[in-house]
């Protein structure tokens, strides 16, 4: 049985502090290059290994991931 | 990028709790006090307290958090939160009044509240956010800086000849009579988050209880202050804060935790 997750970033409440990055256990999560209206580099998913074990939710100081998680 | 059939709200796991409002914070980028106010928030919602709890909001970086709190919230003078909140928790003994300090606040000019406070047992929840520095005026020498820390203030580093130790309040309070529930946490990664909320809901159970005073401090990075980016601070704090504070719990259940 597979696990899948999904995080959804608030773009505009997000402010670009990284914390969330190295927390992730599969590297899911990177700065983007685009910037939200406060002019942040936001983060933003890169790529689809996430596992809904919600750390990075866990440690982001402006609560801006959301985080859905599935067995498949 | 992710299978859109996961989005759905019957596979949601986390979203930002309702306790907390829908402004932007103003903390600087990485700052534990966002952190330290989601736990707040998530305990809140999930004992159900919204109704009864009264937030105490000191000076400081966080003399703004009734503006991120949706829950009643009283301003108190520089350092008096825990005289206001024994006002407060007297007056309306079946509600839950908290109070969110800083180490300038608590620890420096509010001294003298928070020990009587404390000594006296009163039954409120405070929460004490240590991050070593003066945050809101600018980085400048706190009484729990560590010896030999360069502060604004103390551009050289904090020497013990002119500037005096720093104070391990915690371990003080922990001391008291009062205190019935004395902890120390961080919120550097994910696994200290879920232990500083578990602290944090032991907390207000003790409340709900009717215990006594239960102190939560949390060891917390100001990344401006220090003038590094959020994850060096956050690594910062793990190989100098945290061997002088140490994490752990230090009076449960009334009872100190021996070493």
């Known amino acids: 049985m597979a696990i899948k997750g999904a995080i959804v970033f608030d773009v505009e409440h997000c402010k670009g502090c990284g914390v969330c990055i190295p927390t992730c256990p599969n590297q899911v999560i990177a700065f983007s290059k685009n910037v939200n209206n406060k002019g942040y580099n936001y983060a933003e998913a890169v790529n689809d290994n996430c596992i809904g074990c919600t750390s990075c939710a866990m440690v982001c100081p402006d609560g801006v991931i959301t985080v859905y998680k599935v067995k498949l | ?259």
């Open chain 2, 1 to 259: 990028m992710f299978n859109p059939d996961i989005i759905k709200p019957e596979n949601l796991v986390y979203k930002r709790t309702s306790v907390l409002t829908d402004n932007v914070m103003h903390y600087c980028p990485g700052c534990g006090h966002g952190t330290i106010h989601r736990l707040i928030a998530e305990v809140i919602e999930e004992m159900g307290i919204q109704e009864k709890a009264i937030c105490v909001a000191p000076v400081g970086c966080s003399v703004l958090a009734y503006n991120y709190f949706d829950v009643d919230s009283q301003g108190a003078a520089h350092g008096r939160a825990p005289a206001i909140a024994t006002a407060i928790q007297r007056l309306y003994p079946d509600n839950h009044t908290f109070t969110y300090q800083g180490d300038g606040d608590l620890a420096a000019i509010g001294t003298a509240e928070t020990i009587h406070a404390c000594n006296r047992g009163e039954n409120i929840v405070m929460i004490f956010v240590n991050n070593g520095i003066y945050g809101m005026t600018g980085g400048q020498m706190a009484p729990t800086t560590l010896i030999g820390m360069k502060t604004a203030t103390s551009p050289y580093g904090r020497d013990v000849a002119l500037n005096g130790h720093p104070l391990k309040i915690t371990e003080l309070l922990a001391d008291l009579p009062g205190t019935y529930y004395v902890t120390r946490q961080s919120v550097q990664n994910a696994a200290s988050v879920r232990k500083a909320k578990k602290a944090i809901r032991q907390a207000f159970e003790n409340q709900k209880a009717k215990k006594g005073t239960s102190f939560v401090e949390v060891v917390s990075n100001c990344n401006s202050g220090w003038k590094m980016t959020p994850v060096a601070a956050n690594k910062w704090m793990e190989e100098n804060m945290f061997p002088f504070y140490p994490l752990g719990d230090m009076k449960v259940d009334g009872q100190k935790v021996s070493k």
